[in-house]
C-alpha cells in the first residue's frame, strides 16, 4: 500500500477545511497576526535576512509568517491544495516566500545556496515512517553552521492515547476526523508511525546535526486533544493520574558536518 499517497488525498481534503476554520484563523493572520507560538518566538530568534526551510508546512501560514519577521522562506508540503493555498496566501500578503509541493524525502536544494535555518513544527514527523532518511533530508539541504529548529508533540501523548511508544514496521492506520472545530462529517484513512525521542536525537546525531537544546513542555499552544484546559491564555494542559503530561518538546541543533 502507498501510504504516502493516502496522506496526500486526506491531507488534500483537510486542507479545504482547516483553511475556513477559526483554529487557523486565517483572517487573523491576513489582518497582522502571525500564527507562530510562544515556544518557536522565543527559541528562534534572528531569522531576518536568513534563509529558512519550512518543511510540512500545511498551507503556510508558519512560512509566512517567519517571511514577514524577514526571513527568505521557501515551504514544502505533500498536499498541492496546501501549497496553492499557501501561494494564494502569499500573493495576497505581499511576501516573497516560495512553495513546493512534494514529500519531504523528495525534496533537494539542488545547486541553490543551503538554508541556513530548516525548521519544522507540531504534528510533522509521524506522517513519515524513517526518520533516518528524514534527517539527512534536513542535514543536506542545511549549510554547515546552519541552525535547526523543531517543536513538536511529545510522544508521551500518543502512548496515553493508545499508541505504541516505540517504532514498529507497520504504521497505524486509522480514519478519525480531523481537528479543526469544522471537520463535519469529514473522516479519511491516514497513517502515522510513533518516533521515540531518543530515535529522533539519534537521527539529527548520525546526520551530522549537532544538538545544542532539548526542552519539553507541560503545556501545548494548541487546543487539540481532548481533555485539555486553559489554565492561562494560550497554554492548554493535560493531567493524567493528577499530574501534568508533557505535551510538547523542541529541539534546536546546528549542522557540524
Request: hydrophobic share 40%; aromatic share 12%; net charge negative.
Amino acid at each position: 500500500m502507498n501510504y504516502f499517497e493516502m496522506n496526500r488525498e486526506s491531507w488534500n481534503q483537510r486542507a479545504e477545511i482547516h483553511f475556513d476554520s477559526r483554529f487557523y484563523d486565517v483572517d487573523g493572520f491576513m489582518a497582522g497576526n502571525t500564527s507562530l507560538r510562544e515556544i518557536e518566538l522565543a527559541e528562534l530568534t534572528q531569522v531576518d535576512g536568513r534563509r529558512l526551510l519550512h518543511l510540512q508546512c500545511h498551507f503556510g501560514l508558519d512560512t509566512l509568517s517567519w517571511a514577514r519577521l524577514g526571513a527568505e522562506c521557501t515551504g514544502v508540503d505533500i498536499s498541492p491544495v496546501a501549497i496553492n493555498k499557501a501561494r494564494q496566501l502569499n500573493d495576497q500578503a505581499g511576501l516573497d516566500a516560495q512553495f513546493v509541493s512534494t514529500d519531504v524525502y523528495s525534496y533537494s536544494r539542488g545547486d541553490a545556496a543551503p538554508f541556513d535555518i530548516v525548521f519544522t513544527s507540531y504534528g510533522t514527523i509521524c506522517w513519515l515512517p524513517d526518520l533516518d532518511k528524514w534527517a539527512e533530508v534536513v542535514a543536506s539541504n542545511l549549510a554547515v553552521g546552519g541552525i535547526f529548529y523543531m517543536a513538536e508533540f511529545h510522544p508521551i501523548y500518543d502512548l496515553l492515547a493508545g499508541y505504541s511508544y516505540f517504532e514498529q514496521d507497520d504504521p497505524d492506520v486509522e480514519e478519525e476526523a480531523t481537528y479543526t472545530e469544522n471537520s463535519g462529517d469529514l473522516k479519511t484513512p491516514m497513517a502515522v508511525w510513533s518516533h521515540p525521542m531518543g530515535k529522533v536525537v539519534n537521527a539529527l546525531v548520525n546526520a551530522g546535526i549537532a544538538i545544542q537544546r532539548l526542552n519539553e513542555f507541560s503545556f501545548s499552544p494548541y487546543n487539540c486533544f481532548k481533555g485539555m484546559t486553559e489554565r492561562e491564555p494560550g497554554r492548554y494542559y493535560l493531567s493524567h493520574n493528577g499530574q501534568d503530561v508533557p505535551l510538547v518538546y523542541t529541539i534546536t541543533g546546528q549542522r557540524v558536518e
